[in-house]
């Protein structure tokens, strides 16, 4: 089992930033993929990032690029989330995924994190 837990969530305003971090425990050897998700109330959740630890690289969902940008820690434990010229429409719970395989948009992750709250106001 692998654990998630996210942290660096709060309340920006617009044009702010924030960033996001997961620390994952357990048996994080055995992931090869970590990334993000959000959800807002009332959608679906929402591909943000994603990095493979074995290439190193990274897939970003369109509408996001060059605002926010993944990032992996020193360790195979750590992934953080650098998020700049936030908007009132990036508000969502952001949720940390990990997986040992897949990589990509779709929300097949094996493990998750609770999340952590991002408000964004105007």
């Known amino acids: 089992q692998v654990q998630l837990v996210e942290s660096g969530g709060g309340l920006v305003q617009a044009g702010g930033s924030l960033r996001l971090s997961c620390a994952a425990s357990?048996?994080?050897?055995?992931?090869?993929?970590m990334g993000w998700f959000r959800q807002a109330p009332g959608k679906e959740r929402e591909f943000v990032a994603a990095i493979n630890w074995s290439s190193g690289r990274t897939y970003y969902a369109d509408s996001l690029k060059g605002r926010f940008t993944i990032s992996r820690g020193s360790t195979r434990n750590t992934v953080y989330l650098q998020m700049n010229s936030l908007q009132p429409e990036d508000t969502a719970v952001y949720h940390c995924?990990?997986?040992?395989?897949?990589?990509?948009?779709?929300?097949?992750?094996?493990?998750w994190g609770q999340g952590t709250q991002v408000t964004v106001s105007s």
């Open positions: 995924a990990a997986d040992p395989e897949y990589t990509g948009p779709r929300a097949l992750y094996q493990y």
């Open positions: 357990g048996r994080t050897f055995s992931t090869d993929t």
